[in-house]
């Protein structure tokens, strides 16, 4: 199975950047991508995932892309440079700030119509560049997973307080989700099983992400429901199968202390599992 690798890093990280504003501790960060945090004893965020990748067989020279903003091309590019990415795999959208950002969804499509040249024939694994899972989790399990015709999600498995804050899915006896919610209230349903934005897409899923944003164009839905990327889950679930594949957890850097926690988990030896989602 030919896979291309498309790693989201174009967001803004408005959150992160407040609270290193009021943090002076921390004030060498200010303006850092959070793909590029420094973490854990390596460069930076996203060569956790760039080293798991090639371990599973992905090719830098090949494979594994990037799509970011025009603010943070250039500091993308110079991390492309120290690990032999090539440049024209930094995919960048044009945009300049969080106001004029195109959101999570047409970055995705953005970036697999600058890889495939709208002629997709390839499944694409699509990471978002904010994510970490534990230091337990197999990708190549995980790819080992993957049907034809169909695509494949993660999930993690959360308490009540945190079902507010993320999509959750409903699967069948098979693993295969029929059901997603984005942030429900924990009495809305019994699943705690969360989705984070690491999907490996089949070639026809590409097709009804183009469908999703032409009807969120047609239905004039704004940049909440189409920066969200578990609304174009919801979408894809009833059109094609989308099947599910548990981990021990995961790490989402959103505002500094997630950051220092997962700074402090990958500095560390000692293999943990949990939820460490922030």
């Known amino acids: 199975m030919v896979v291309k690798a498309l790693i989201l890093g174009a967001g803004y990280g408005t959150r992160l950047q407040k609270d290193l504003i009021n943090n002076e501790t921390y004030h060498h960060l200010l303006g850092v991508p959070k793909a590029l945090l420094p973490l854990g004893g390596r460069d930076c965020l996203i060569t956790h995932w760039l080293d798991k990748l090639t371990e599973s067989g992905f090719s830098k020279q090949e494979d594994i892309y990037v799509v970011t903003n025009e603010a943070s091309a250039n500091e993308f590019a110079k991390w492309a440079e120290r690990h032999d990415i090539p440049l024209d795999h930094i995919i960048n959208d044009g945009t300049t700030t969080n106001d004029t950002r195109l959101g999570a969804v047409p970055d995705i499509l953005f970036g697999i119509d600058h890889i495939f040249k709208n002629k997709n024939n390839s499944s694409v694994l699509v990471i978002g560049g904010d994510t970490l899972f534990l230091k337990d989790f197999d990708l190549d399990k995980f790819m080992g997973q993957k049907q034809q015709g169909a695509c494949l999600v993660t999930t993690y498995t959360v308490d009540d307080n945190t079902v507010p804050k993320v999509g959750i899915v409903e699967t069948n006896e098979q693993g295969v989700i029929r059901s997603f919610l984005e942030k429900p209230s924990a009495h809305e349903t019994t699943a705690r099983q969360a989705c984070p934005c690491f999907y490996l897409l089949d070639p026809l899923a ?58 402090h988990y990958f500095s560390t030896t000692t293999l943990t599992t949990g939820n460490l989602d922030k």
Do not use: E, N
Not at 227 to 235: C, I, M, R, S, V
Not at 238 to 261: K, M, N, W
């Open 206 to 263: 590409i097709t009804l992400i183009r469908d999703f944003l032409a009807d969120c164009k047609q239905k004039q839905l704004g940049l909440d429901h189409y920066d969200a990327t578990g609304k174009a889950l919801a979408y894809l679930y009833p059109r094609l199968p989308v099947h599910t594949f548990p981990i021990s957890g995961r790490i989402d850097v959103g505002g500094l202390q997630s950051y220092i926690d997962a700074h």
